[in-house]
């Protein structure tokens, strides 16, 4: 179901301390993990509000020949942001984390904190009903009475010509703090491409016969270049680390310029999330590519996302099978799409999963579960 954040503890909450920058607020805690659970209000609560972020869960990605969008990336969750009068605060409050899609046709979870706000999931890749009054194929979820309400981004398109065929980039969810934007669409593909997942800083960078870099958390993710079928798109900037470096698949033939085939590599950085401040701060993952020529081949499958960060996209120079594997998104991010016979990249919680070239549900990207973080001030 795409990366998790954190990583520890199976019930989904992770209770945060005192510490970090001055503010508001010197308590929190996070819930990732689709589910329903039981927030009690804490002892000691003091202070007149608490602030609550809730994202919904990720659509899944399409594949080629699905008759549907033909390989278009799943949606991202949207997103909800409210402060909360701690006098409107029962003793207990429900808790609902969205479970992300597993279908092409399917829906990301909506996810909630009580009667107070909720966001829907995002459409899957093949889904093209009405989510909150938008209807598209792989169109992003949205948040509901929220102080404020941002709709998590679109899957990008997908590419299908029988034989040559691409999937889209997952759409990244709305970035914290506070729901400044909406989330940015995944990027789109054409022949043997694949395209990068979106980070919450970028769009997914474009694939056409290599893969695109995932967006990161500071910036767009790398078209693959066009003129080059080696060439595999970078990861975009992350603000708290660089964008993953797309892999090179150059031969070691001295005729082909002796060049030594190379990885793509994961999008850097990592989170800060305090009391009073949330900053998910990972580069995009590199792309990848596979590419046959006269009787040598090479293959390097696309990098994951730091949080915050879209997935590198895999795509093919050629029609060789690969049975390889694009990019997963980090924490917000899509997961990065596939060319034909691969695999999308699951997006990461609120991210939306990568389309793919071929297959069925078992080749697409899966959606991220949704997630909910709630910062509060106790005595």
Known sequence: MGRKFPSTGGSGSSGGGGGGLPGEFNQYEIFWISGSYTWEKPTGLTGTRILVHVWGAGGAGDYGGSGASNGNGGGGGGLAVKYIATSALGSTQQITIGAGATSYQGLGGTSSFGSHCSATGGNSGGNNAANQSSAAYGVGGLGIGGDRNRRGGSGGAGYYASTTNGGGGGGGSAPAPYGLSDGFTGGGTSTYGAAGGAGIGGVGGYGTYSGGGGGGSGG???DSQ???????????????????????????????????ASPATNGEGGVILTPNEIVFGGGGGGGGCGHVRSSGHTAAQGANGGPGGGGGGFGSASSQQWYLCAGNGGILGGGGGASQYSNGGDGGNAGGGGGTGYGSDSYCGRGGDGLVIIQYKVL
């Open 220 to 222: 767009a993710g790398q």
């Open 226 to 260: 066009n003129s080059s079928y080696f060439t595999c798109g970078n990861g975009g900037p992350g603000i708290l680390g660089a964008g993953g470096i797309g892999a090179s698949v150059y031969y070691g033939f001295a005729s082909y310029g002796g060049g030594v």
